[in-house]
């Protein structure tokens, strides 16, 4: 019995110019993971395959009564505005171990080679502690070629050195390590302490919107950006009344 399965495979073969992969596992206020469920559910793209893998937690995800496996899924969206088809790499949880990261990033590698991939773009955080309102995006690539064309503009910073930790990280460097796909790692101030930072994902819509010439929706988005504000406002106002004194009624008397 091997690592993993693959189920619901719907036939690919791509008409467009270039098959780009955007990839957005879960990590740090799942800023990569919303950004690509997001294009998936507001561009209605079409689901290729799921791919189930044995060092996932030992979890069934439970939706309306039904109980589904913790899976890697991938859809395809084809662009008309630029030609492109785009595959949306996205997953329930990363793997619990070290070898499972390294070891689904290859597997997911062979798959996207398969499937004619020539580009990859990771999306991931870049932890702060704080919310930032426009937060910045860090690039870092596989070669020096494509972090000087279409990742050197104002948008983009240069992600210089550091490390960049699981899935996110490893699969674009795992299969733009022979030259042919390049990989490409962008990376949104995000605030650690949230769930989902939405304007981090916000952020990546935009300069993906930008570089791969997208049409995105965003008023679910920045529906969840006004709750949240909203949230942290209510927050704030109940903090702040439980830190007024409170009036002694026992000090007003006369001895």
Known sequence: MGDYFIQNYNSFEGFGNRKI????????????KYTVDYIIKTLSARKIFDLYFYDFPPQVLIDLGLMNLPSVYLFHYY??????????????FQPL????????????????RKLGVKLIISLGASAVNIIVKDPKIYASATSPSILNTSFNTPDFERFADGVITGM?????????REGDIQGVILLAEACRYLTCDFRAAKKL???????????????????????????????????????????????????
């Open 205 to 255: 819509l935009e300069v993906l919107e930008k570089t791969l010439n997208l049409k995105i929706d965003y008023t679910e988005i920045n529906n969840k950006i006004r709750e949240l504000d909203e949230s942290i406002e209510r927050l704030k106002l109940e903090e702040q009344s439980r830190r007024q004194p409170v009036r002694d009624e026992k000090t007003n008397y006369i001895g």
């Open 21 to 32: 992969c955007i990839q957005g596992m879960p990590g740090i206020a799942l800023a990569g």
């Open 168 to 176: 996110n990280g490893v699969l674009p460097a795992i299969i733009g």
């Open 79 to 92: 662009n008309e505005l630029s030609g492109d088809d785009l595959l949306l790499l996205s997953s329930d």
């Open 97 to 112: 171990t070290h070898y499972g990261v390294n070891a689904l990033s290859l597997i997911l590698a062979e798959q996207l």
